[in-house]
């Protein structure tokens, strides 16, 4: 699945998307978590759901329309099919594992650096670590869940598009409902609170469906390339 990904990967979209994007977003963590507190966490991975949307104009970019030539070559081989099934699943795995990276190591720095936050209110401050190890680790999850749920959805609708301007657009959008739930949804249930485990629920079932409809989407239209659909 590795080999079949980085067939369409070049070395730059790799030192960008596996190094320099997720160390950056990191480094914004650490240095608006001495300002904000925890609350500094929902910042990095709401810039992940930009970039990601973005970045896949350089992979799959336009795959789902109907002219895209970036794949044409796979029609000549009877594990063409295969390859490209492989690629989407991998890059799939590749954004949940690169936001549970940011994340993890975002909250290990923030929790250090936090104390010059003090001038903050509580509520920013201690945003996720106000509640119980277990809860802790919920909230945790659920914005790892919802930042890749929402860059799944956004690279997804992209991919109807060949332009960078649509990326940019749907990648905004995305941020900004991304960063909204991931600040709101938590408050609106009284979190600290065993609910949280309720908002990792629905992040998974979404994340997971949204993640089948967006491989499938784009293996219906590289088959249907065969007969020029």
């Known amino acids: 699945m590795l080999r079949s990904y980085t067939v369409f990967t070049s ?14 977003l990191v480094a914004v963590a650490a240095w608006s978590g001495s300002k904000i507190g925890d609350l500094a966490l929902v910042l990095p991975l709401m810039i992940l759901v930009l970039t990601e949307v973005f970045s896949d104009s350089w992979l799959f970019g336009g795959i789902q329309t109907k002219d895209s030539e970036k794949i044409d070559y796979l029609k000549c081989s009877g594990r063409g099919m295969a390859v490209m099934s492989n690629a989407l699943t991998a890059d799939m795995i590749r954004k949940l594992f690169t936001a549970l990276a940011v994340a993890s190591v975002s909250y290990f720095l923030i ?12 509520l920013a401050i201690n945003f996720i670590s106000a509640g119980e190890t277990a809860q802790e680790i919920g909230l945790l999850g659920y914005l790892v869940l919802l930042s890749y749920s929402f860059s799944v959805l956004g690279t997804f609708l992209s991919r109807y598009g060949s332009t960078v301007y649509i990326n940019m657009m749907l990648g905004y959008g995305t941020m900004m409902l991304a960063g909204l739930a991931g600040i709101y949804c938590p408050m ?8 949280v485990f309720l908002l990792d629920l629905l992040a998974a079932a979404a994340g997971g469906g949204i993640s089948i409809v ?5 293996m219906k239209k590289v088959k249907g390339g065969y007969y020029d659909e």
């Open 188 to 195: 609106l249930l009284g979190y600290p609170s065993n609910s």
């Open 214 to 218: 967006a491989v499938r989407a784009a």
């Open 11 to 24: 070395i730059p979209y790799r030192i960008a998307v596996w190094g320099l994007i997720p160390a950056g």
């Open 111 to 122: 929790g250090r650096v936090k104390g010059g936050a003090a001038a903050m209110p509580a």
